[in-house]
């Protein structure tokens, strides 16, 4: 069974500065997918970005780019320009290619963007 | 284009009663998976279900079920509800399954 650790239960970052956000998973596999998703107040689940496996380049959706090392397992969110909106909690996936195409999703980070 | 609208928006029941949450994916989209969330944790995989068909299921026992009707849209069932069962109950659906999934707004289940 594969597994998903953020280590960071809880996150703060000024305005317009950097934030780094970690996850590590645990896998045999090696063909899989990883994701971010966003969770504001509303508790709407928003995808943030996602990578496959297979590919070396790392995923960049506007200010919101990843880390993956594949090799140790890594997959870190870094958030440029952090805006007040980006305040959320933000969940890292996996999701193996052949095995029912679930969701494991680690338990989460508390990020809070001060002014 | 719509998104994935799911029914009701919030939900209380007692102990014991059985309860139905439904989800209708966004268009051309042929599968659709459930989570539960309790408060402060991730969400965890319930089913999946493609052309109407079970693909997957997580550690859940049998008075959870589902089902995907013609239309792709889908019900969880819920009996014999437990105050554990408290929960978001997200929908999330995805072109074949093996993709991205999108989620919907959820149901907030209470049970007392």
């Known amino acids: 069974a594969q597994t998903v650790t953020q280590s960071q239960p809880e996150m703060s970052v000024q305005e317009a500065e950097t934030v780094t956000l970690s996850c590590t998973y645990d896998?045999?596999?090696?063909?899989?997918?990883l994701f971010w998703y966003k969770q504001p107040p509303s508790r709407q689940m928003i995808l943030v970005i996602r990578?496959?496996?297979?590919?070396?380049q790392n995923a960049t959706e506007n200010r919101f780019s990843v880390n993956f090392q594949k090799a140790a397992k890594s997959f870190s969110l870094k958030i440029s320009d952090s805006q007040l909106g980006d305040t959320a909690m933000y969940f890292c996936a996996f999701m193996n290619d052949n095995a029912g195409n679930m969701l494991t999703f680690g338990g989460g980070t508390r990020l809070m963007v001060k002014p | 284009d719509a998104g994935v609208t799911q029914s009701p928006t919030h939900l209380i029941k007692t102990r014991g009663q059985h309860v139905t949450l439904r989800c209708s994916p966004i268009?051309?989209?042929?599968?659709v998976s459930w989570y539960q969330q309790v408060l402060g944790q991730g969400p965890q995989f319930i089913f999946q279900?493609?052309?109407?068909?079970?693909?997957g299921r997580g550690n859940f026992p049998d008075r959870f079920s589902a089902r995907q009707f013609p239309n792709y849209s889908s019900e969880l069932n819920v009996n014999a509800l437990l105050l554990g069962d408290s929960a978001l109950y997200l929908c999330?659906?995805?072109?074949?399954?093996?993709?991205?999934?999108?989620f919907g707004p959820g149901t907030r289940l209470l049970v007392l």
């Open positions: 268009s051309g989209h042929k599968s």
């Open positions: 279900y493609y052309e109407k068909e079970e693909r």
């Open positions: 896998t045999s596999e090696n063909n899989y997918y």
């Open positions: 999330a659906s995805s072109v074949q399954g093996g993709e991205t999934q999108y």
């Open positions: 990578q496959e496996a297979y590919k070396q």
